[in-house]
């Protein structure tokens, strides 16, 4: 969904470093805007009459950022978030377009719900939203949705979200569905019968606390299973929310197989581990749960050796009373939009474990070409999606001043490197 915005007054960004390896440039370049399109990129451009000037000498030009994996919680818990509060704490992470889970109440199962959801996004009219629908009637396993329905409403994958699609009929199905349609099924990878009742990865951590811990083969075996069938049906899928390193492993091996497979990974999964819900910090309950040192670093290796395709927040926001509960009870979930790009600087730039090339690959254009996003780059003709950033700022986490109304975050306090200074969406500042 392309929201419909009035056209803005021509733009000319300046002095600006531009990064953006879909285009193939890495240099000082300016950046001219005109009708909500990319109008101009080159060395040096004049400011003409008319024309807004933004100076982003010391600053990087990136393509806008884009989230395969958020949670607006609308319809159904508006006092989580809203389609509205969500897009604001996008546009402030640097997202121009997102994609939010169908796990709203009702369930987005079907084509009246998808445009019930692309229309209240044009009215707010900041981020471009690409709704995922669901892949199962009401997300309960039991029956498919109509894809073709819901792909014709604007769906940009189908996933049952946080409820893993057990039945292995049903998931060749869907597989050999996601080929004649050219789409993702999105699998939250996980096996109940060996997470059932856990709360925390298993391991040291879990044993110390007295918590149920949830291994990482309970992941692990549903992405070996899910491949099999990949391999069976020449479908696509697309790995939500990788955690260990055997996922990580398997995903490799098949797609040097040939497999049409992709996946994602989330800023939380590749800063922390396990440790960080010591103290039973329910602000670092997700699923599937932080894992261990070695499966951290297993992941920040997949992305740098391609095996990740992207970075997804799962922005999980939930209010605070909900997360003030026992840690046995609170739900999982992290709100993650405002600190993605924060948490990656610090985590894999700061560290040398990425380049900007390769974060801007992973946070812009691989996500944007699995979300189906045509044109997503600084390049001549294209709608001016961008993110300007300043690579030497470091500023403190404070979730007082988060935009989304869930401020639960394990990053609270913290000192991160690289920050947003403007989000441009189709040519006008929305962040």
Not at 54 to 64: C, E, R, S, T
Not at 123 to 142: E, F, M, N, S, Y
Not at 267 to 280: D, K, Q, S, W
Not at 308 to 336: L, N, R, V, Y
Request: aromatic share 4%.
């Amino acid at each position: 969904m392309a929201g419909e915005r009035p056209m803005s007054k021509p733009l000319l960004i300046v002095g600006g470093t531009v990064v953006d390896p879909a285009a193939k440039r890495d240099g000082r370049f300016d950046v001219l805007i005109e009708d909500g399109l990319i109008a101009d990129v080159h060395p040096s451009l004049k400011a003409l009459d008319g024309v807004d000037v933004i100076d982003a000498k010391g600053k990087l030009v990136l393509p806008g950022f884009v989230d395969l994996h958020v949670h607006f919680r609308q319809p159904g818990r508006e006092d989580k978030e809203t389609i509205e509060t969500g897009s604001q704490a996008a546009a402030r992470g640097g997202f121009t377009a997102v994609c939010p889970m169908p796990n709203t109440d009702p369930v987005v199962d079907h084509g009246g719900a998808v445009e019930w959801v692309t229309h209240e996004a044009r009215r707010v009219g900041l981020v471009d939203v690409h709704p995922i629908g669901a892949l199962t009637k009401g997300q309960h396993g039991q029956e498919l949705t109509d894809f073709g329905e819901l792909f014709d409403a604007g769906c940009a994958a189908l996933s049952d979200d946080g409820k893993p699609l057990i039945n292995p009929l049903l998931m060749r199905r869907a597989l050999e569905y996601s080929k004649v349609f050219g789409r993702p099924v999105i699998q939250h990878a996980e096996d109940p019968s060996l997470s059932a009742g856990g709360v925390i990865h298993e391991g040291v951590v879990s044993t110390t606390l007295g918590l149920r811990g949830i291994p990482a083969e309970s992941e692990a075996t549903i992405v070996a299973r899910d491949l099999a069938l990949v391999a069976l049906t020449g479908g696509w899928l697309h790995v939500a929310h990788v955690s260990c390193a055997e996922s990580v492993e398997l995903i490799r091996h098949a797609k040097r197989q040939g497999a049409h497979v992709t996946c994602e990974v989330t800023p939380h999964h590749l800063a922390l581990t396990h440790e960080a819900v010591e103290g039973f910090r329910t602000e670092a309950k997700v699923n599937p749960p932080l894992r261990g040192d070695d499966d951290r670093l297993a992941l920040i290796e997949g992305l740098k050796d391609g095996t990740i395709d992207c970075i997804a927040t799962d922005h999980a926001p939930h209010t605070d009373w909900e997360k003030d509960a026992d840690f046995d009870t609170a739900p999982f979930g992290i709100s993650g939009l405002e600190t993605a790009f924060g948490v990656c600087v610090t985590t894999l730039i700061e560290a040398g474990h990425l380049s900007w090339g390769q974060l801007v690959q992973s946070l812009s254009i691989n996500p944007s070409r699995i979300a189906g996003i045509n044109g997503h780059g600084l390049v001549k003709g294209q709608p001016a999606n961008l993110t300007l950033v300043d690579p030497k700022a470091t500023w403190i986490v404070d979730p007082k001043q988060f935009v989304s109304k869930g401020t639960n975050t394990p990053f609270a306090g913290a000192r991160l490197s690289g920050r947003v200074v403007k989000t441009i969406r189709q040519g006008t500042v929305i962040g």
